[in-house]
């Protein structure tokens, strides 16, 4: 339950009197794995209930790639992430604004998520310069002076009309020395306070950012920190960021058990189908990546046997689907040999139809890991899915090797 703003109430024969109005729960916690931390939920946004775990499509620049919106719903697409920088670049706020807000501009009913800019100050930290209260940046576009801080970050946000707003942070990279990760996360708390203080649009949500770097301690302070504050949700950042596999499992699994049990959990960035799996066994319950995009445009299928190099030649006359057990509309009409020939003479279709697959594959996986959880069989699911992806995976290196 939620306490929403007040409101004027006029009970029979008294004064008026200013009354809380009661809101329905941000986020319902519906069930819990037995033998894992895998969880089920329901997260209410201003545009729909997004049902969790839930993978979010990457639309940076106010669009998946390659999709339209409708396609986007077809393949069970409820909550899309948009980024603060790059909207704020080009269109620019004027336009979007005109337009009555992002989801207007880009016409989509679902939710979306805006990422903050924060990941920009760690992947443009060629054009950057840190300052306390916030960072200038050379635009990537034109090479123009901009200012970014956490003041600003929630302003486009709250322009945007983005269903959860995020705080503006600093990521660090990997390797990064304590010392380091500490300053930084310290940066990252003043901005916190900041952000947290900033008006936001009607309905929308904010969610704070666990950062920390590599370091247990650091985390746990930052989760600390946010708590006191009070987010809506809350996300770990900084992972993905070029770690070993398992350092982000350790980083999952000593931050997870600090964070609000009856609020979502949110692993920014990542990842691989089977990181997917492990990261909801230890308890998150939203994902973004670029990998289904990226891959399908570079031609790699997601597949239950691993990833399929669709633009190798022995598909050249292989007249099957990408993967026959796929239902999404590139495997039921088209073969692969047709496909890597679209991927091979750059024919847009190819990247179409590879992007319309990956995202299904992930969001079909989505939903049978929700489907697991509330039947009380994910401990077996994950086992299995995990071990024919690997499998899959190792056979295939196996044999382009030899």
């Given at each position: ?19 809380a109005?009661?809101?329905?729960a ?10 894992t ?7 209410h946004?201003?545009?729909g209930?997004?049902?969790?775990p ?25 909550l899309i ?69 956490p ?43 900041v ?100 891959v399908g ?12 190099p669709?633009?190798a ?16 509309y ?15 003479v ?24 929700r ?22 995976d ?9």
């Amino acid at each position: 339950m939620r306490i929403g703003p007040g409101r004027r109430c006029f009970p029979a024969g008294s004064v008026p009197v200013v009354c809380a109005v009661i809101l329905p729960a941000m986020f319902s916690l519906l069930q819990t794995d037995g033998q894992t931390r895998a969880r089920r939920g329901v997260l209410h946004t201003a545009h729909g209930e997004i049902q969790t775990p839930v993978f979010m499509p990457v639309g940076t620049q106010g669009t998946v790639k390659a999709m339209t919106p409708d396609e986007l719903r077809e393949v069970g697409a409820g909550l899309i992430l948009g980024n603060t920088y790059h909207l704020f670049v080009r269109p620019g706020m004027e336009i979007i604004r005109a337009a009555g807000g992002l989801h207007r501009f880009m016409n989509w009913d679902g939710a979306i998520l805006t990422d903050s800019g924060g990941y920009q100050v760690f992947s443009l930290s060629g054009l950057r310069k840190l300052t306390p209260d916030g960072v200038w940046f050379q635009s990537h576009v034109d090479g123009a002076k901009l200012f970014l801080g956490p003041v600003e970050a929630m302003a486009i946000q709250r322009d945007l009309g983005s269903d959860i707003a995020m705080l503006f942070d600093e990521c660090t990279p990997y390797p990064a020395t304590r010392e380091e990760a500490a300053a930084s996360l310290a940066l990252t708390r003043r901005w916190a306070a900041v952000c947290h203080e900033q008006p936001k649009a009607s309905g929308q949500l904010v969610f704070g950012i666990v950062q920390g770097g590599f370091y247990e301690d650091l985390r746990r302070e930052a989760a600390a920190g946010l708590l006191e504050l009070g987010f809506d949700g809350y996300a770990l950042g900084g992972l993905s960021v070029g770690e070993p596999e398992g350092e982000m499992f350790r980083i999952l699994d000593a931050t997870v058990p600090v964070l609000p049990a009856d609020q979502p959990r949110y692993l920014m960035g990542v990842g691989t189908p089977p990181q997917l799996v492990e990261a909801v066994a230890r308890g998150i319950d939203m994902f973004d990546c670029v990998l289904p995009t990226r891959v399908g445009r570079n031609g790699g299928a997601f597949t239950r046997d691993g990833l399929l190099p669709v633009k190798a030649g022995r598909f050249k006359a292989d007249f099957t689907p990408i993967e026959a057990e796929c239902g999404c509309y590139a495997c039921r009409h088209f073969t692969r040999a047709y496909i890597r020939h679209l991927l091979n003479v750059g024919e847009i279709l190819g990247s179409r139809l590879m992007t319309l697959h990956n995202l299904h594959f992930y969001l079909q996986l989505m939903q049978e890991i929700r489907d697991a959880i509330t039947t009380g069989n994910f401990a077996a699911f994950r086992q299995e899915f995990t071990t024919r992806y690997q499998a899959g995976d190792a056979a295939r290196r196996a044999a382009a090797a030899g």
